[in-house]
Structure formats: C-alpha cells, structure tokens
C-alpha cells in the first residue's frame, strides 16, 4: 500500500514563504525519482519541479525557478518544496507523485492574498 501525505500549506500573504512536506510509506522512497504538482481552480494540473532520487538533480518550471526549492531527506522518507517570495499566481492545490506513475498525495491547499 503506497501512501503519500502532503503537509504545511496554508493562507500566506504575497512575498511570505512556505515549507510544504510529503511523507511516503509502503514505497522504497530512496529509490524514487519524485514530482510536485500544483493545480488552480479551473486549470490543468502543472508540473512544478522534479527531484531524482538521490537528490543531486533537480529542475522546476520556470515561473519558480529561483523562488522554490525541491529537496529530500531519504532517512526520513520525506519530500519538501521550500516556497518563497510567493506570488498570488501560486496559489493553488499542491500534490506530490512519485514521477512515472499514477501514486498521488491527497494535495495540501496554498493560498497567496493580501
């Protein structure tokens, strides 16, 4: 049984930050290359950043690239995207997944107003 459970969004106000988590179990996770996605009401769910499964390579859509940051820490069997200077654009339902594959997290909401 393959669980993902993300954590940590919230309401934060422009320019604020967020630390968003997602905890795996019933998965080798350190053998997992590792996505998170995001979805606004309305619109296709995005591709927001990869990571590999060591951790060494990662890549994010270009609307993040300097603002997030995708990470691991394989010990604990948790993913994270550290999200800063947000924009109202990011808001949205942010999802983990386990790249190649069908296994979503529940999504954690991550609303950005003033």
């Known amino acids: 049984q393959v669980q993902l459970v993300e954590s940590g969004g919230g309401l934060v106000q422009p320019g604020g930050s967020l630390r968003l988590s997602c905890a795996a179990s019933g998965v080798v996770f350190r053998y997992s290359m590792m996505d998170w996605y995001r979805q606004a009401p309305g619109k296709e769910r995005e591709l927001v950043a990869t990571?590999?499964?060591?951790?060494?390579?990662?890549t994010y859509v270009d609307s993040v690239k300097g603002r997030f940051t995708i990470s691991r820490d394989n010990g604990k069997n948790t993913l994270y995207l550290q999200m800063n200077s947000l924009k109202p654009e990011d808001t949205g339902v942010y999802y983990c997944?386990?790249?190649?594959?069908?296994?979503w997290g529940q999504g954690t909401q991550v609303t950005v107003a003033s």
């Open positions: 997944k386990i790249s190649g594959t069908t296994y």
């Open positions: 990571i590999s499964a060591g951790g060494a390579s990662t």
